[in-house]
């Protein structure tokens, strides 16, 4: 699969704050999807973006895709304890739908 | 989205044996993916399971070590053949559906 670089690897942050972290690849992707995983739990997808450019939100998440298409943020505003999890970038190119993911951002935050 | 259920949601097996994990889906969809997620680590496809037709693996993966069945549209298993302890990890099936992929919630294999 394709590498994808995901920053930053961690971090830690206190209640209330805004967060953002992002990853880059070296090939042009179709489709990038960010996902929160759980202690013990699969990926939850957050948002899904599928155009370059686009700037889409869900609740206090917002993450565009990037112009060149090898790239794509995640910005958390107002974060509270419950974001607490890792948070997985993925790409999916033209030849086929394989998924490549990033190697996440674990977040942790305090009250 | 989709509901996703996978059976076992974790087990210790011993070295050389075999285990054989379930997916069920509560909606008929053409692909299903199966991922490994090693300690601490991402995702990493292992194969793709089409119903009738021959499941497609990934580089570093193959069939006689995770054979896998799509016996329909709703149902895929796979199985961990003659496990060493470099296989615990979860394991993760997911499926397209609509503006996105989904994934169950894991099946956390321990080796000893």
């Known amino acids: 699969g394709q590498q994808l670089n995901q920053s930053p690897q961690s971090m830690f942050i206190q209640e209330g704050e805004d967060v953002s972290m992002n990853c880059t690849s070296s090939s042009i992707f179709n489709t990038w999807l960010w996902y929160k995983q759980d202690p013990g739990e699969g990926p939850v997808l957050l948002i899904a973006?599928?155009?370059?450019?686009e700037l889409t939100s869900n609740g206090r998440l917002t993450a565009q895709f990037g112009i060149t298409r090898k790239d794509s943020f995640l910005n958390i505003s107002a974060s509270i304890p419950s974001d607490v999890g890792i948070y997985f970038c993925a790409g999916q190119g033209g030849s086929g739908y394989a998924l490549n993911f990033g190697k996440g951002t674990s977040l942790l935050v305090t009250p | 989205s989709a509901v996703i259920s996978q059976k076992p949601s974790r087990d210790i097996c011993q070295r050389g044996t075999s285990l054989t994990i379930q997916c069920q889906v509560d909606?008929?969809?053409?692909?299903m993916f199966w991922y490994r997620q090693q300690p601490g680590q991402s995702l990493t496809l292992i194969a793709t399971?089409?119903?009738?037709?021959?499941?497609?693996?990934e580089s570093g993966f193959v069939i006689d070590k995770f054979p896998i069945s799509r016996p329909n549209l709703t149902f895929s298993t796979l199985t961990v053949s003659n496990m060493s302890p470099e296989d615990s990890s979860i394991y993760l099936c997911?499926?397209?559906?609509?503006?996105?992929?989904?994934f169950g919630p894991g099946t956390r294999l321990t080796v000893t």
């Open positions: 909606s008929q969809v053409t692909m």
């Open positions: 997911s499926v397209p559906l609509g503006q996105g992929e989904y």
């Open positions: 973006l599928y155009k370059a450019g």
């Open positions: 399971a089409n119903q009738g037709s021959e499941a497609t693996y």
